[in-house]
């Protein structure tokens, strides 16, 4: 049972323009959600995250909109840089019921000089 | 300052053998996750720490899996009866819990265990 799903593999984007990494999940108990960005041989590091209580974040070129209706959120990188080409988990978390976090399958992001 | 550091980083072991990964979380941090990552997968959740104790591990598959943090810092992961299945990544993270918050989680580099 998926409870973190993205449904894109991997995604390729020019240098320049905008990323989307998109997220679904099926846990309406989720209450915190992240996003972390790898490189290969590395482990996940952190990259931006939001609560349940806002609908988007922002940082930098990093913005993460949180639709709790739908279920849905997504990663904005404007503009998308090459050192951007990575994989990018996106998790979720449900706080109050500790700190279990759960991850989805991963997008892997090619962005073309 | 130093991250998560885990050991070995690469372990090859033959199926039916014992294995311990370490895991040095970075100092300070209370709480301290273990994950397993397969090919082409997310991290899959193992076992959570808070402290010494461990206050969440469901995510361990059977009982073949144990992981211990007796003084709080380092924890240990042992595998017994290593299975061709128990191949992956074994990542360690640690993170501050700060209330309210499930708090950014900073990752090690990984184990990758192989077991023939």
């Known amino acids: 049972d998926q409870q973190v799903k993205q449904n894109s593999p991997s995604l390729s984007v020019q240098e320049g323009r905008i990323s989307i990494l998109n997220c679904d999940y099926t846990n309406s108990m989720f209450d915190y959600f992240l996003w972390y960005k790898k490189y290969p041989a590395e482990g996940p590091t952190f990259l931006i995250s939001i609560s349940s209580i806002k609908d988007k974040n922002e940082d930098g070129r990093f913005t993460v909109f949180l639709n709790k209706s739908a279920k849905h959120l997504s990663l904005h990188i404007v503009p998308s840089q090459p050192g951007d080409s990575a994989v990018y988990f996106c998790a979720a978390s449900e706080v109050t019921g500790g700190f279990k976090t759960i991850f989805g399958a991963g997008t892997r992001l090619f962005v073309k000089a | 300052g130093a991250g998560v550091s885990q050991t070995p980083s690469n372990k090859v072991t033959e199926k039916g053998k014992y294995v311990e990964l370490r895991c040095d979380p970075i100092?300070?941090?209370?709480?301290l996750y273990w994950y397993r990552q397969s090919l082409g997968q997310g991290p899959e959740f193992l076992i959570y720490?808070?402290?010494?104790?461990?206050?969440?591990d469901s995510g361990l598959p059977n009982d073949r899996f144990f992981a211990v943090r007796p003084e709080g810092s380092v924890s240990t992961l042992k595998i017994q009866r290593t299975e061709r299945g128990d191949s992956a990544v074994y990542l360690c993270?640690?993170?501050?819990?700060?209330?309210?918050?499930?708090?950014?989680?900073?990752f090690g580099p990984g184990t990758r265990l192989t077991v023939l």
């Open positions: 720490f808070q402290g010494t104790g461990a206050a969440d």
């Open positions: 993270a640690s993170s501050l819990t700060l209330s309210g918050s499930a708090g950014e989680q900073f």
């Open positions: 100092s300070g941090h209370t709480a």
